[in-house]
């Protein structure tokens, strides 16, 4: 039996205030599309984002792969 007892669609979150994105620099790679998806989605949907870069100690140059998100206040 699945999880649900076969209802249909269930919600995956209800009640939501505040998305928090995280992308790893690498290990795995950072994948723009994919970050600014998240993040176009919470905006069309009024939610407040957060952008967390994690693993920047294995990125020689953090400031621009943060410069863009910043500039859009994130």
Same mark, same amino acid.
């Given at each position: 039996?699945?999880? =649900? =007892? =076969? /209802?249909?669609? /269930?919600? @995956?979150? %209800?009640?939501?205030?505040?998305?928090?994105? @995280? =992308? %790893? &620099?690498? #290990?795995?790679?950072?994948?723009?599309?994919?970050?600014?998806?998240?993040? %176009?989605?919470?905006?069309? &949907?009024?939610?407040?984002?957060?952008?967390?870069?994690?693993?920047?100690?294995?990125?020689?140059?953090? #400031?621009?792969? %943060? /410069?863009?998100? /910043?500039?859009?206040?994130?």
């Amino acid at each position: 039996m699945e999880p =649900g =007892g =076969g /209802r249909g669609v /269930r919600a @995956v979150v %209800a009640h939501v205030d505040q998305v928090i994105v @995280v =992308g %790893a &620099t690498q #290990e795995p790679d950072w994948d723009p599309y994919l970050v600014d998806r998240f993040l %176009a989605v919470s905006e069309a &949907t009024q939610l407040q984002a957060v952008l967390v870069i994690n693993k920047c100690d294995l990125l020689l140059d953090r #400031e621009s792969l %943060a /410069r863009p998100y /910043r500039a859009a206040g994130y």
